[in-house]
């Protein structure tokens, strides 16, 4: 069973524009979430994360939204660039829990065209 | 610089053969951690490492084994390698605070024939 959801494969946007991905979770213990992004041929990058104390988290062009109620968390990209490029993982775990327990959704395929 | 490498990058081997992937991290971390990427798949753990001497299963533990002799090192080791296990694995190290992320290596691509 799933605990963490990303449920589009890919996604495709225009340079300039807002582009939007989404993850949903399952697990109400979950309280600490982080978004990884990965370029072809490389490891997995951190990129940014939101504990649930805190409903959004701001770094330059990438915004993580999280809705508790929901248990949804959205990554926004202002604006898309061509080296925005990449698969992104959502990815959750307790906040005070070890690192072994974090889980990963199946990754989303982000397509900036210039 | 802070990094985690992994060797080989690329492997090609046969059922059956033995192998070990090293992984190596050089920023002191106590946790360290091995995933698959299948496609459709995402990212399964396969083996953790909270400390030296401290090894736990993943999602996915069957046909691997770890060793985490010394706390820069945490080798996968293929014992007999199987088709089903052609994957792109990864090799991940983090701290032990709250709010630490996971640092991973490039990866290694391993094709089982």
């Known amino acids: 069973d799933q605990q963490v959801k990303q449920n589009s494969p890919s996604l495709s946007v225009q340079e300039g524009r807002i582009s939007i991905l989404n993850c949903d979770y399952t697990n109400s213990m979950f309280d600490y979430f982080l978004w990884y992004k990965k370029y072809p041929a490389e490891g997995p990058t951190f990129l940014i994360s939101?504990?649930?104390?805190?409903d959004k988290n701001e770094d330059g062009r990438f915004t993580v939204f999280l809705n508790k109620s929901a248990k949804h968390l959205s990554l926004h990209i202002v604006p898309s660039q061509p080296g925005d490029s990449a698969v992104y993982f959502c990815?959750?775990?307790?906040?005070?829990?070890?690192?072994?327990?974090?889980?990963f959704g199946k990754g989303t395929k982000l397509s900036v065209k210039p | 610089e802070a990094q985690v490498t992994q060797n080989p990058r690329y492997l090609i081997t046969v059922t059956g053969k033995k192998l070990t992937v090293t992984c190596s991290q050089n920023?002191?971390?106590?946790?360290m951690s091995w995933y698959r990427q299948d496609p459709g798949l995402g990212l399964r753990q396969i083996y953790y490492?909270?400390?030296?001497?401290?090894?736990d299963k993943g999602d996915v533990p069957e046909g691997y084994k770890v060793s985490r002799k010394e706390k820069r090192n945490f080798p996968l080791i293929l014992e007999s390698p199987s088709p089903n296990q052609t994957s792109l694995y990864f090799c991940a190290s983090g701290g032990q605070g709250a709010g630490e992320t996971q640092y991973f290596g490039p990866g290694t691509r391993l094709l089982v024939l």
């Open positions: 490492s909270m400390n030296v001497e401290v090894t």
């Open positions: 920023m002191n971390h106590e946790y």
């Open positions: 990815a959750a775990r307790t906040y005070g829990g070890s690192q072994g327990n974090l889980i």
């Open positions: 939101i504990s649930s104390i805190k």
